[in-house]
């Protein structure tokens, strides 16, 4: 209270109100100071006097290097040592961040976007918890953290922070993030897409210090293990990340012996300062304008909806702006939502990753990006919302965003990376649960996800189940090491489908098939949970076609793995086969879309999806005839698509292609082309609708007027028209109600007829 | 001066004019939608993507639902080059997707040279072109555009 003194007499009382109030906050939940900011913090005066005693360029940079050397030691570290399935395939990163709290350098392998977040819980720290008596930030302690409305995507990843200390003074912070998988939520495995609440999605933690003496303080240990399916798990990972912190605690430190404090405070800030420079020298080169994209995500998880993300991106002057307003509303009740600095997080990666991939891993690459979102809009859904599947909403978008990206970078002269379309975009894989063989309870999920097949090149094919949209560097994991930890098994793994593709001149890398089923356990459970069976959710590039929609399939009521013993010959080793040919009597076959909430497998029954092709780029009838045959040598496609696709001729049995019957396959579809297109003001008249088809459940803007926002109408729950600046959450009915109600509806129709 | 802005459409800065860069057949306005200028196919998305599964058995069979989404095809109407294609919900007015500041592209482009199909491609992510390319590397990386 000591600053209160020498105040002037006629500010002294609303100084003493608001110091009151500051004092008595009742609940310090996210700060929206923090959360909406995504710039660099102000350079401190303390950055500045070291800036200005050490700026020779070349040793910054070695100083640079060496901490990266550091953070990619550590990340390596993480990976060997963690319990975690995400963290021994890559799902998780190591980085260091400047005294107030901005990311500097972030492990060169690994998921960039959870760091990219880290930034928010730690200026939280410092802004409530470093003056907070009860709290404090010395030497030693350490801070976790998962909750996305504190900075993070989603509450299954888990970030440990540790604060670094020269001569007594704050100099930078040490964080390190794991996708840990179990989270205490309503269904196992930690992204509960039954969440209807956020007090479904399990722990919610604030950021909090577990750390004391560089120890970790045994009674929060225990609480948190008494709050999840996986106590072994949730203990493991917190010692191995405060151990990667103390080993990025010592680099910082050999670095500062070595350079001086000085050097290494203003390496990182420099970093940043220079990063957000480049990047708007960049954005300079881009042509000024405004490209637009739509994309259609097509469910919450629970059902089938259509969920607008709309973006105009303008790039002026050396700023670009993501413009997402028109975008559909939020779902109060489903947990596919995004907190804004989330989605902000996810675009960072953009450009990180996909866009300047030469550029430090730092924050300040997003900096003079901007990014508009309607208030209670799915891109920045509010605090009561849940959001443990937000990807659900921040993939598309980030989709959005590439497609859009491309349409700006193609004629631009500085490029740093290929002009590519879309990658796949979705997280095909299995979550899983139950008792394992080895009477553990568990949850977690299989790394199939980080598979995604990559987008066309301007100039190649995608490639085939190579790397998640969010990691650069990441594994598929090994089935046969996790099958000693749990009980089921991957019957068909990474085999690839025939048109799983996305056509084009340059077609899409495909993904591959899984198929899944309980071995070993009397209790045992998978989830899925992925959008695109309706609609595809990766669109082409430049006339590309999009990747084709992707069901889940199941075979229950047998034990297919009896049949395995009994009979082998039944068995078909592809989801086609077993789909369409159906060869175990007695089994119950269906298929799905791909939000499958927890549910129990019996020994035996099957479980199938696909991992997803990357977008198509350019027009088909450009297709090199030579690499639709090697498509068909390598079964990529069928037969029936090369023709009907491609267009091209030649013998079925040998794959000797006629060239000259080819050219003019392709000169008479040109020729169809021409007869069947319409003048765009024709079609125009024809296809143009003023609202939403009556009978499509919609959400989001119609056409480029964003300022109505439809939603609905949905299992009886007419369709509601909102202004764009009052949107308010949609509650989606129960599906087992929906289902109920359809059931009643028809019975009461048989028992009408039967009357008559 | 002529300014490739995608795979398949150029802009000509003198006479402002979307342009086809595979068969040069004018477009349009530059200062307007480029697709006013071209042709349209409304395609039911399953002859694009078939249904894998049996459609008489299955309710998701890797095929989009027609009554949910539609493909626009954009074809130039002289070369019949398919230059857009967008996916839609049936009715969707088609997106303006491109809508550049052409006095600001004149300006941009008054110094620089035309693009040849390296630089349009852009470099390999993971190589760094800038580096240790031996003049061969260099030929071979432009041929191959
Ligand atoms: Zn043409």
Redesign the interface.
């Known amino acids: 209270m000591g600053k209160l003194e020498n105040i002037p007499e006629e500010n002294r009382e609303r100084e003493l109100i608001s110091q009151f109030l500051a004092d008595n906050v009742l609940f310090l939940g996210p700060d929206p100071e923090i959360m909406e900011n995504h710039d660099i913090s102000p350079r401190t005066e303390a950055e500045h006097k070291a800036m200005e005693r050490s700026k020779d360029p070349a040793v910054l940079a070695l100083v640079r290097d060496r901490l990266q050397a550091g953070c990619n030691e550590t990340f390596e570290m993480l990976e060997q040592m963690g319990a975690a399935p995400g963290a021994k395939w890559g799902d998780l990163i190591t980085g260091i961040f400047t005294p107030s709290g901005d990311l500097a350098l972030g492990s060169t392998g690994g998921v960039l976007l959870f760091a990219c977040l880290v930034h928010h819980p730690i200026k939280f720290i410092k802004k409530y918890w470093e003056k907070e008596p009860t709290v404090g930030i010395r030497e030693g302690d350490g801070f976790i953290h998962n909750d996305a409305r504190y900075g993070n995507i989603h509450n299954t990843d888990q970030s440990l922070i540790l604060p670094i200390f020269h001569e007594g003074k704050l100099i930078a912070w040490a964080g390190a993030t794991v996708h840990e998988g179990e989270n205490g939520a309503i269904e196992p495995g930690g992204m509960p897409s039954a969440a209807e609440q956020v007090y479904d999605e399990g722990l919610k933690m604030s950021p909090f210090k577990v750390v004391e003496n560089y120890e970790l303080k045994k009674d929060l240990v225990t609480y948190l293990q008494n709050s999840v399916r996986e106590p072994k798990l949730q203990y493991e990972d917190m010692k191995v990340k405060l151990f990667v912190c103390r080993r990025l605690e010592q680099r910082v430190k050999a670095a500062i012996a070595e350079f001086g404090p000085d050097t290494v405070i203003s390496a990182l800030r420099r970093g940043l300062e220079d990063s957000k420079a480049e990047v708007q020298r960049r954005l300079e080169?881009w042509?000024?304008?405004?490209?637009?994209?739509?994309i259609?995500a097509?469910g919450t998880l629970r059902e089938n909806c259509?969920i607008k993300i709309q973006l105009e991106m303008e790039k002026k002057g050396n700023e670009l702006i993501l413009d997402f307003r028109g975008s559909s509303p939020e779902f109060a009740n489903r947990c596919n939502n995004t907190v804004l600095s989330s989605l902000k997080g996810m675009l960072c990666q953009l450009f990180l990753m996909f866009v300047w991939?030469?550029l430090p891993r730092n924050q300040a690459v997003f900096a003079p990006i901007r990014v508009i979102c309607d208030q209670k809009s799915a891109l920045r859904s509010s605090y009561t919302t849940p959001n443990a599947e937000s990807m659900m909403t921040f993939f598309p978008a980030f989709t959005a965003a590439q497609l859009c990206v491309a349409?700006f970078?193609?004629?631009c002269?500085s490029?740093?990376?290929?002009?590519i379309a879309p990658w796949h975009n979705m997280i095909r894989t299995f979550i899983w649960g139950g008792l394992t063989q080895h009477g553990d309870m568990v949850g977690n999920l299989c790394a199939d996800l980080n598979g995604m097949g990559g987008g066309a090149?301007?100039?190649r094919d995608g490639e085939h189940g190579v790397a998640p949209i969010f990691a650069s560097m990441a594994d598929t994991g090994e089935q046969e090491l996790n099958e000693e930890e749990v009980p089921f098994i991957q019957i068909v793994s990474k085999k690839i489908?025939k048109?799983?593709q996305a056509?084009g001149?340059y077609r899409g890398g495909q993904g591959y098939e899984m198929i899944a089923s309980n071995l070993k356990s009397n209790m045992w459970g998978f989830m899925v949970c992925c959008i695109g069976?309706?609609?595809?959710c990766t669109?082409?590039?430049?006339?590309?076609?999009?990747s084709?929609?992707?069901?889940?399939?199941k075979v229950k009521g047998v034990d297919t793995l009896e049949i395995m013993k009994s009979d082998p010959q039944k068995w078909e080793f592809s989801?086609?086969d077993i789909?369409?040919k159906q060869p175990f009597e007695g089994a119950k076959?269906?298929?799905?879309?791909m939000g499958l909430q927890f549910e129990l497998c019996n020994r035996g029954e099957l479980y199938m999806i696909?991992q997803g092709s990357g977008g198509g780029?350019?027009?088909?009838?450009?297709r090199d005839p030579d690499l639709v045959i090697k498509d068909l040598e390598e079964s990529l496609i069928s037969h029936?698509?090369a023709r009907?696709?491609y267009h091209v001729v030649y013998n079925t049995d040998t794959l000797v292609l006629d060239r000259e019957a080819t050219r003019k396959a392709r000169e008479a579809e040109?020729?169809s082309?021409?007869k069947?297109?319409?003048?765009?003001?024709e079609?125009?008249k024809q296809?143009?609708?003023a609202e939403?088809?009556a009978?499509?459940p919609?959400y989001g803007c119609?056409?480029?007027d964003r300022s109505n926002i439809y939603a609905g109408p949905f299992a009886g729950v007419p369709r509601r028209k909102m202004d764009a600046s009052a949107i308010e959450g949609i509650f989606m009915p129960n599906p087992r109600d929906v289902r109920i109600a359809e059931l009643e509806a028809r019975l009461k129709e048989c028992e009408g007829a039967k009357r008559s | 001066m002529k300014v490739p802005m995608t795979e398949y459409l150029e802009i000509d800065l003198d006479r402002e004019l979307w342009m086809c860069r595979v068969c040069n057949h004018e477009v349009g306005p530059a200062r307007q939608p480029y697709k006013e200028g071209l042709l349209v196919y409304v395609r039911d998305p399953r002859e694009i993507h078939a249904p894998i599964l049996d459609p008489k058995r299955y309710e998701f069979t890797f095929a989009p639902d027609a009554k949910w989404v539609q493909i626009l095809e954009f074809y130039c109407p002289s070369c019949a080059t398919m230059i857009e294609v967008e996916y839609l919900p049936p009715g969707h007015p088609p997106v303006v997707d491109m809508e550049f500041d052409i006095d600001a592209l004149k300006e941009q482009w008054k110094d620089r040279k035309p693009l040849n199909a390296a630089e349009l491609a852009g470099p390999d992510m993971a190589g760094r072109a800038h580096h240790h390319h031996s003049n061969k590397q260099k030929a071979q990386q432009q041929g191959r555009g």
Request: aromatic share 14%; proline share 10%; glycine share 8%.
């Open positions: 080169a042509p000024k304008g405004k490209v637009r994209t739509v259609m097509d259509l991939p030469d349409k970078l193609y004629g002269p490029k740093f990376t290929k002009v090149r301007v100039d489908m048109d799983n056509f001149k069976s309706k609609v595809s669109p082409g590039l430049f006339g590309g076609y999009s084709p929609t992707y069901p889940l399939c989801i086609v789909m369409n076959y269906s298929t799905h879309h696909m780029y350019g027009d088909v009838l450009e029936e698509a009907r696709i040109r020729a082309r021409k069947r297109g319409v003048p765009y003001k079609f125009h296809w143009v609708r939403p088809p009978d499509v919609f119609w056409g480029d």
